[in-house]
């Protein structure tokens, strides 16, 4: 939405441009010239990564991405013809998210694309971490439930299924006190998360709902979960 938003006061206000490839965090800007030559590059990624946006002007996209230059331009060429694209590459030991929208001049032609790619490196190890913890998480015959500091449940193991009835789709992305809490525990349940937001952990023995109306009575620990930076 915000890539549509920009798209008419980006053409032909260089400042303007500047301006807002600037503000663009974690990200490389361009513009993308029908001949598939760069003819404006900016963003912040480029002073993160040491690099001169100039240094770019007017390179083709087999100057700039080599061997994968072949699979970047069929989605340049897309977006030449009106299309929006989102697509993934691995160049240069990142991550990158690509995100291309036309830019139509006055006779409605598409003569230019705005090119707006993120880096996603962290994020992207970060769900190859999750995946490998999931895996583990697997092979322990117990529920494990990861949440954020708004209570939402972030992933959901097998174990938690068969305990809870509800699947990991219907699970993800809900309140865990809304799912899980029976009504006439609700408060005591909050208490007991605002514990583990104070302390980093709680433990005791709660009774938790299941899908089918019923309660079961369980052991809970909660605790914090720590990256490196603590």
């Keep these: 939405r915000e890539l549509r938003n920009t798209k008419n006061l980006l053409e032909g206000n260089n400042k303007l441009l500047k301006k807002i490839a600037d503000n663009y965090p974690n990200s490389f800007v361009s513009i993308i010239d029908k001949d598939l030559t760069i003819g404006f590059n900016g963003g912040q990624e480029f002073t993160k990564s040491n690099l001169n ?26 977006t ?4 929006e694209t989102t697509f993934e590459l691995f160049i ?16 409605n032609e598409i003569n230019q694309i705005l090119v707006v790619v993120e880096n996603i490196t962290e994020r992207k190890e970060s769900q190859h971490i999750i995946q490998h913890q999931a895996s583990l998480i697997e092979q322990v015959d117990s529920a494990i439930i990861t949440i954020d500091f708004n209570n939402i449940i972030l992933s959901w193991n097998g174990h938690a299924e068969k305990l809870y009835q509800w699947t990991e789709t219907e699970a993800i992305g809900k309140s865990i006190i809304e799912l899980l809490a029976p009504k006439e525990f609700i408060g005591e349940t ?6 583990l937001n104070r302390d980093g952990h709680w433990e005791g023995e709660y009774y938790v709902l299941r899908k089918d109306g019923t309660t079961i009575p369980a052991h809970i620990t909660n605790t914090y979960l720590k990256d490196e930076h603590g």
């Design 53 to 78: 946006p100039d240094d770019f002007f007017g390179l083709s996209i087999q100057d700039v991405f080599k061997d994968k230059a072949s699979e970047v331009k069929g989605y340049y060429l897309k």
């Design 80 to 83: 030449f013809a009106g299309e």
């Design 92 to 107: 240069n030991n990142q991550y990158q998210l690509y995100k291309t929208v036309p830019l139509y001049n006055e006779e």
């Design 190 to 195: 909050k208490q007991n998360f605002e514990e």
